[in-house]
């Protein structure tokens, strides 16, 4: 399937990695990918993401993920579902951290773990988006995969990264629309998360 991605694409799949790396996370998450294409200069998707407000609200953005990270990785539905049975998600973290220290829940920050292949793994999420985005490519008529691809696949996969998207206004539908203008056949392309 990498055969299929454009020099943008990978530069993000190797962007993606370099997070991870710089962070000293244990593997390559959903978040990574979105932070390396956050850095893309001169794709469509770095033209959506600029036109989506995404580029000016990257501390935002980055302190959205923190607290899903603090959160353990929870998402907003799941913490809005556990809400609905009387389990508050804030108080836990609170309690965890005023026993075992501040960040104590969250999640991708290992030790050093080294891979005999020198390279950090994708975690299922990821691998996940870097599928769908092939998926998303068929569905808009395109035999490459690209930035845009990604990003579009980053939106339709549920999880912590499509909710602080979804939150800083950067849902499938406004992606779409910020890549291939106000008349985007909202089904095009959308792919159903796996």
Not at 57 to 85: M, N, P, Q
Not at 116 to 123: L, V
Not at 169 to 181: I, K, N
């Amino acid at each position: 399937m990498f055969e299929r991605f454009t020099r943008g694409a990978r530069a993000t799949v190797k962007g993606a990695a370099a997070q991870a790396e710089r962070v000293g996370a244990d593997s390559v998450t959903e978040e990574h990918l979105l932070l390396a294409l956050l850095e893309q200069e001169g794709g469509r998707a770095s033209f959506a993401v600029t036109a989506l407000g995404l580029h000016d609200r990257r501390a935002s953005l980055d302190a959205a993920f923190a607290e899903a990270r603090r959160r353990g990785g929870l998402t907003k539905a799941d913490t809005d579902a556990l809400a609905g049975i009387g389990i508050d998600i804030g108080a836990i973290v609170s309690r965890v951290e005023g026993a075992h220290g501040e960040g104590a829940l969250a999640t991708g920050r290992g030790g050093r773990r080294w891979w005999w292949s020198g390279h950090r793994p994708f975690t299922p999420g990821a691998k996940t988006v870097l599928e769908n985005s092939l998926r998303v490519a068929l569905g808009c008529g395109d035999r490459f995969i690209g930035e845009e691809h990604l990003l579009l696949a980053l939106t339709a996969k549920p999880g912590v990264v499509a909710d602080v998207l979804a939150e800083h206004g950067a849902t499938h539908a406004t992606v779409r629309r910020a890549l291939y203008g106000p008349d985007a056949d909202g089904g095009q392309g959308h792919v159903e998360a796996g």
